[in-house]
Antibody, heavy 122, light 107 residues
Framework: EVHLVESGGGLVQPGGSLRLSCAASGFVFSNFPMSWVRQAPGKGLEWVSLVSASGGSTYYADSVKGRFTISRDNSKNTLSLQMNSLRAEDTATYYCAKEYYENSGYSHFDHWGQGALVTVSS | SYVLTQPPSVSVAPGQTARVTCGRH?????VHWYQQRPGQAPILVVYDDDARPSGIPDRFSGSYSGNTATLTIIRVEAGDEADYYCQVWDSSSYQVVFGGGTKLTVL
């Protein structure tokens, strides 16, 4: 059974940094692209970033480009999101999500974690 | 950038049929649908326009015509009350795009 467990959320001041992690199990982690998707309180889903299965390609939403960095450690089955220069509008629950297709491009997500809450406030 | 337009809300009585639409600004991509109940993570209910993951009831179906994708739920139950989001992968910009979401209310 696929399990995705996020950690690292919390309260941070504007301009600060935070690193989220997602521990994956139940599938061959190194074969699947992974994404971060966030949801501000009371708002809709917003895709944040995607990393290819190998980690060699990364993509970002315009709203976080240059501030956030996605990475993965396939030896530890772990996905990460380094968030710098945080703003109040980055306040959200951050979900890690597994790509449906194995080693075959990017499409949609068949499994999601339960999310980690990030609050940016002074 | 790619835009997916959803109605903010849809209401339906139990046992009736609910239809949630997703209008594409530009056509040609496969559409996927997620259900999100309050306080829970999203769940994939339809992918590639009209395919259904294992474990999803056959009351849920997807279709696409013209510039609009539609999620249809027949014989609606109280447990179907949730937010529904459509999503595409925009290969021209290498970005995942979500619609704004539709709140389904079961009267």
């Amino acid at each position: 059974e696929v399990h995705l467990v996020e950690s690292g959320g919390g309260l941070v001041q504007p301009g600060g940094s935070l690193r989220l992690s997602c521990a994956a199990s139940g599938f061959v982690f190194s074969n699947f692209p992974m994404s971060w998707v966030r949801q501000a309180p009371g708002k809709g889903l917003e895709w944040v970033s995607l990393v290819s299965a190998s980690g060699g390609s990364t993509y970002y939403a315009d709203s976080v480009k240059g501030r956030f960095t996605i990475s993965r450690d396939n030896s530890k089955n772990t996905l990460s999101l380094q968030m710098n220069s945080l703003r109040a509008e980055d306040t959200a629950t951050y979900y890690c999500a597994k790509e449906y297709y194995e080693n075959s491009g990017y499409s949609h997500f068949d499994h999601w974690g339960q999310g980690a809450l990030v609050t940016v406030s002074s | 950038s790619y835009v997916l337009t959803q109605p903010p809300s849809v209401s339906v009585a139990p046992g009736q049929t609910a239809r949630v639409t997703c209008g594409r600004h530009i056509g040609g991509y496969s559409v996927h649908w997620y259900q999100q109940r309050p306080g829970q993570a999203p769940i994939l209910v339809v992918y590639d326009d009209d395919a259904r993951p294992s474990g999803i009831p056959d009351r849920f179906s997807g279709s696409y015509s013209g510039n609009t994708a539609t999620l249809t739920i027949i014989r609606v139950e109280a447990g179907d009350e949730a937010d529904y989001y459509c999503q595409v992968w925009d290969s021209s910009s290498y970005q995942v795009v979500f619609g704004g979401g539709t709140k389904l209310t079961v009267l």
